[in-house]
């Protein structure tokens, strides 16, 4: 069964320092979401891109985070600087249809950041 | 949205029991519905949908049920099992927007 890949599992990194995750979504899928999750709450949207394109970054802290899928396939969001408050998992999500949002996102393992 | 931090409710069931866990959303706009559960460690995974013009829907031991009136869903589980043990999340679309919104999280908790 096709997955949603990211990568690493684990970070553990000092505030002010850079940090990047990557995500592979499954084969074929137009729509990829990254969200923030913090300890005991529900996933927050941070970006959504449509192919190459983001549709919606407004919860996205643009003054340190940054986020691209140059070729429309696999993604990287950004941390620069890390602050403490950044500890939490970031999860990668994929959606096949572009215009049906009634249309399973599947989620990927995450990425557990922890800022020290 | 409201959060309750660290502090998530928490439902207990015995094994073989049937387990209802409850959210409710306050947008009259949404129109699409996700039950999600999220084990420890691991990204949430599907488990069933709902469309507004609907008020059931059934899948395998699961069943969501849509009140719009009182803005209410829910999700059943019955013979619960220990692999059951997650937590459950919510999310709603407004219609018109591609996106979802999770609502808070009820862990499971199945006592064998």
């Known amino acids: 069964e096709a997955e949603v890949a990211q990568s690493p599992r684990y970070k553990i990194t000092e505030k002010s320092q850079a940090v990047a995750f990557w995500c592979d979504p499954i084969?074929?899928?137009?729509?990829l979401y990254w969200y923030r999750q913090i300890l005991g709450q529900g996933p927050e949207l941070l970006v959504q891109?449509?192919?190459?394109?983001?549709?919606?970054d407004s919860q996205l802290p643009k003054d340190r985070f940054s986020a691209e899928r140059l070729k429309g396939v696999d993604s990287t969001l950004k941390i620069q600087p890390a602050e403490l408050g950044d500890s939490a998992m970031y999860l990668c999500?994929?959606?096949?249809?572009?215009?049906?949002?009634?249309?399973?996102?599947?989620f990927g393992p995450g990425t557990r950041l922890t800022v020290l | 949205g409201e959060s309750v931090g660290l502090h998530l409710p928490t439902l207990s069931v015995q094994e073989g029991d049937n387990s209802i866990i409850n959210c409710a959303y306050s947008n009259s706009a949404s129109d699409y519905f996700i039950w999600y559960k999220q084990e420890s460690g691991k990204g949430p995974q599907f488990i069933i949908d709902?469309?507004?013009?609907?008020d059931k829907r059934q899948g395998q031991r699961v069943t969501v049920l849509l009140n719009k009136t009182v803005k209410h869903l829910s999700l059943q589980i019955a013979a619960t099992q220990p692999g059951d043990s997650a937590v459950y999340f919510c999310a709603e679309n407004i219609e018109g927007y591609q996106k979802v919104t999770f609502g808070t999280g009820t862990k499971l908790q199945v006592i064998p």
């Open positions: 084969s074929g899928h137009a729509t």
């Open positions: 891109f449509q192919d190459e394109s983001v549709v919606d």
């Open positions: 999500a994929s959606r096949l249809n572009r215009d049906r949002v009634a249309d399973t996102q599947y």
């Open positions: 709902i469309r507004s013009n609907m």
